[in-house]
């Protein structure tokens, strides 16, 4: 996956405030970053869906914070999503863990069953999205950050992999 250190560069230049979320191991490396930045606060949540509940407030407070969740953590939030970052009109950058992604068997098909989910889910509810696996595609996550800002609507950058 990308450089941890460039993900939390670029969010410094975002000046984001806050990043919100569950660790997870490909975000652990990231979380680990964003703690030992003093413009940063990292506030760690028990369940996906209070991260946009969360975010949502801080938004709406005057801050500019990220959501950072696994895929699984996602399709728990689906109401939270809905109630919140969608009906408020919260423009918030998310990323999203891509747990699954690399786990193939012989034939192709995922292993792990949550990697079926993730982008027909992001369709379905019409967020847009794009994957960023390796630095080629960190310009990604400041498409993100101009699609959140244009909508007043959330965007996913996929993280593909764990950040090193």
């Not at 806050?18 to 703690?35: C, F, M, T």
């Not at 500019?64 to 919140?84: C, H, V, W």
């Not at 369709?123 to 630095?135: C, F, G, Q, R, S």
């Amino acid at each position: 996956m990308a450089t941890a250190q460039k993900i939390v560069d670029i969010l410094k230049q975002q000046n984001i405030t806050h990043a919100v979320g569950v660790p997870d191991n490909g975000s652990a490396k990231i979380y680990e970053l964003l703690r030992d930045e003093p413009q940063i606060d990292v506030i760690t949540v028990t369940r996906e869906g209070e991260a946009f509940a969360i975010a949502s407030g801080l938004y709406i407070g005057g801050k500019k914070p990220i959501i950072i969740i696994q895929n699984t953590g996602f399709l728990e939030s689906g109401d939270a999503i809905r109630g919140t970052v969608i009906n408020m009109k919260i423009p918030v950058v998310v990323f999203i863990g891509y747990r699954g992604y690399h786990n193939r068997d012989e034939n192709g098909d995922w292993v792990d069953s949550v990697a079926t989910f993730t982008e027909p889910t992001l369709n379905a509810w019409n967020i847009p999205y794009k994957t960023l696996e390796e630095d080629t595609d960190i310009e990604y996550i400041e498409w993100a950050f101009n699609k959140s800002d244009e909508s007043s609507l959330p965007a996913v950058v996929l993280l593909i992999g764990h950040a090193t």
